[in-house]
């Protein structure tokens, strides 16, 4: 049965969790980015503080085997002064035993990169291009097999299990999904988890009406299941970005070099069918500020997005949409934001996505609901410093877009079962 990290007593007891210290590090393996590491240090700093001990596992990058460039050992030195304490290190999550053994209450310790091992995904390593299917058969079943002694390894070396890593929980890996079964009475949730968990359910399954979803990006391909599972959850759906001409020309208005995916056209159609039936309205930007070429310094003017010239691309909202968009996000008692309303990358069309989060902001002291999750939103509210003026910043980018698509994500399901 699942417990609770608040109510649970780690005095006396080793902690084996897992995290997402999938950090960014420059070519001299310096952390250009330490948010995931912070994220965890509540949850990490409870179990020491009640007086239990700590076997911290991670990824880092994606290695096809043991490789120094991907080792752990390059976040140590950090991972300890966030914490306080000086943390150990295992070279070898498999061979750890002793390391675990000694481990006393109040210490720490880093375990190598689990995706040393293929075991940690599950996926065979090493394949040969032209392997045939009873090859590919073959060898997935083996790095099946041996995954249950490796996860069996990770779990001996501990007492209980704390998920918190929010960033893999869609990923039905050994130290996400599989280990929490060798914990049957003590697993649970970190505090990351947990918060991640509740800002879902705020949206999924409890939001107050009228809710409101913005979904932006770039390709309706890449959002197409949120889309789907969003028209049985809002009342208004704001389409905007790359993504939004697909559907202007589904419409059949003209949308120059704009950004679109024709193949996408039956489905797009069929989202605005399904709307109209369940009374979802939605928005799509009245008018766009097209672009002479994809880069700062193009040449700009704003039409309307049915009417882009040849030559001409769209590359952010307009006024008018703002100003329409403007009046529903105000309007709303929940809002979800996933994906940029423009190419925000260049500050000529960063426009639209910071009058957003502005909105996102006034919304929220308004009393709204508001949770930002889910691709490149989530960087630009940070970057545009208003992540503490929403009431929730996912830090699962994969993770929370398939939460958002209606997915039970494995790491969260394990803790759950
Ligand atoms: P996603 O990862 O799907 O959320 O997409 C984010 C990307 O969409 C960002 O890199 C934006 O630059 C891009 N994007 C947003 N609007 C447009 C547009 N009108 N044309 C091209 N790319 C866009």
């Known amino acids: 049965m699942q417990k609770h990290i608040d109510s649970y007593d780690f005095k006396g007891k080793k902690a084996i969790v897992r995290v997402d210290f999938n950090v960014p590090l420059d070519g001299d393996f310096n952390i250009t980015d330490d948010t995931r590491i912070r994220a965890a240090m509540p949850t990490l700093k409870k179990i020491l503080g009640d007086g239990g001990a700590l076997i911290i596992m991670s990824h880092l990058g994606r290695p096809k085997g043991v490789d120094a460039k991907f080792s752990l050992k390059h976040i140590l030195a950090h991972v300890s002064k966030c914490l306080g304490v000086d943390v150990k290190f295992a070279a070898d999550c498999q061979k750890a035993d002793a390391?675990?053994?000694?481990?006393?209450?109040?210490?720490?310790?880093l375990l190598e990169n689990l995706r040393f091992y293929a075991e940690e995904e599950g996926k065979p390593r090493g394949l040969a291009e032209d392997a045939s299917d009873e090859e590919k058969k073959a060898a997935k079943a083996a790095v099946k097999e041996s995954q249950k002694g490796f996860v069996k390894k990770l779990?001996?070396?501990?007492?209980?299990?704390?998920?918190d890593a929010f960033g893999t929980a869609h990923r039905a890996h050994a130290s996400t999904a599989l280990i929490a079964s060798y914990f049957p009475e003590d697993k649970m949730f970190g505090y990351l988890m947990e918060g991640e968990i509740k800002a879902i359910d705020n949206v999924l399954k409890n939001a107050a009406h009228p809710f409101t979803a913005i979904i932006g990006g770039s390709k309706v391909s890449s959002k197409l299941a949120v889309l789907e599972n969003m028209l049985e959850k809002v009342d208004n759906l704001i389409i905007g970005g790359g993504m939004g001409y697909t559907f202007v020309k589904a419409q059949g208005g003209k949308i120059g070099n704009s950004l679109h995916e024709d193949e996408l056209i039956p489905e797009a159609l069929e989202i605005l069918k399904k709307a109209k039936e369940k009374g979802v309205k939605i928005f799509i930007s009245k008018d766009t500020v097209v672009a002479d070429s994809f880069s700062n310094d193009a040449a700009s003017k704003t039409v309307p997005s049915f009417e882009i010239p040849d030559g001409w691309e769209g590359m952010d909202a307009g006024e008018q949409s703002l100003a329409a968009w403007k009046e529903v996000i105000l309007g709303s008692r929940t809002i979800l934001?996933?994906?940029?309303v423009g190419v925000f990358e260049m500050p000529s069309f960063a426009k639209g996505t910071l009058r957003i989060a502005e909105l996102l902001a006034e919304a929220t002291d308004k009393g709204a609901y508001t949770l930002v999750g889910g691709g490149d939103s989530v960087a630009a509210v940070t970057r545009m410093g208003f992540a503490k003026k929403v009431s929730y910043v996912s830090t699962g980018g994969g993770a929370m877009l398939e939460a958002l698509e209606g997915k039970e994500l494995p790491g969260i399901a394990a803790v759950r079962e």
């Open 99 to 109: 390391e675990a053994a000694s481990l006393r209450m109040g210490e720490a310790l």
């Open 155 to 163: 779990a001996s070396y501990a007492d209980c299990y704390v998920n």
């Open 337 to 340: 934001w996933n994906g940029p």
